[in-house]
């Protein structure tokens, strides 16, 4: 019934992981989001991916370039904002830098990979990933982007059967936040999983999930080229 970014504490105490809520922020009406990252004074940063639930006609403009978003900003002193210069088609998934200074937004049906000051709202650099979806921090401290590498069609056809498993096919792609060059480190299709969303290393092993289906799947860390 509305659009909120929802705070919750994790409680490991217990026996059984409980989540305690601790609090919500209300989106502008007029607020379709997609993703979201916190700042250690409290404020939120994240992205709108359509100003109202998409129409068909809609989604059609957002192929073909239109601006259906955004990238905004809440703190408590002065609450919601824009940050100017971020409409964009599909604004999707983003991540902060650990020195707060910067956040890394994949604008969609860009294909870019914007890198955003947000003490100034500049955008100082862009890199070209195709249909980038969410990122996630590698450990060797470059961000990881989920690609959609194959024709949209291909993600639009999974849509169609949201409890099965898509094979659409996907890469992994690498970014130095401070060149902004990227890499190729890993790509897949077909079973058991395509379609993915975010590449998440954790020890000795990539989680992977999907934006369709019944799974995540998780891959050798050393399947990845990661020098």
């Known amino acids: 019934s509305r659009e909120s970014i929802e ?7 217990e026996k059984d992981i409980r989540l305690n809520w601790r609090g919500c922020v209300l989106a502008a009406h007029d607020t379709i989001m997609n993703d979201v990252v916190g700042l ?19 989604r059609a403009l957002s192929i073909l370039g239109f601006d259906t978003g955004d ?10 904002r824009i940050l100017s210069g971020t409409d964009a088609s599909e604004p999707n998934g983003l991540e902060i830098a650990p020195n707060e200074k910067y956040i ?3 604008m969609y049906f ?5 890198k955003i000051n947000i003490d100034t709202d500049q955008v100082i650099a862009k890199a070209k990933v195709a249909y980038p979806d969410n990122s996630a921090w590698a450990q060797d401290g470059t961000l990881w982007i989920a690609s959609h590498s194959g024709p949209i069609w291909e993600q639009a056809k999974c849509l169609q059967t949201q409890s099965q498993p898509c094979g659409a096919p996907f890469q992994i792609i690498s970014l130095d936040p ?20 975010v590449a998440v290393a954790q020890s000795d092993r990539v989680y992977i999930g999907s934006f369709v289906g019944d799974r995540m799947v998780s891959v050798p860390i050393s399947e990845f080229i990661t020098q």
Not at 40 to 58: H, K, Q, W, Y
Not at 110 to 114: A, F, I, L, N, R
Not at 178 to 197: D, F, N, Q, R, V
């Open 40 to 58: 250690s004074n409290g404020d939120l940063i994240f992205t709108r991916m359509f100003r109202s639930e998409p129409s068909v006609a809609e």
């Open 104 to 106: 890394y937004v994949n």
């Open 71 to 80: 990238v905004w900003r809440w703190g408590k002193t002065n609450g919601l």
């Open 110 to 114: 860009e294909s870019e990979v914007w």
């Open 7 to 13: 705070l919750f504490e994790v409680d490991l105490q």
């Open 178 to 197: 401070e060149t902004m060059e990227t890499k190729l480190i890993y790509s897949h299709k077909g079973p058991p999983m395509g379609a993915a969303t």
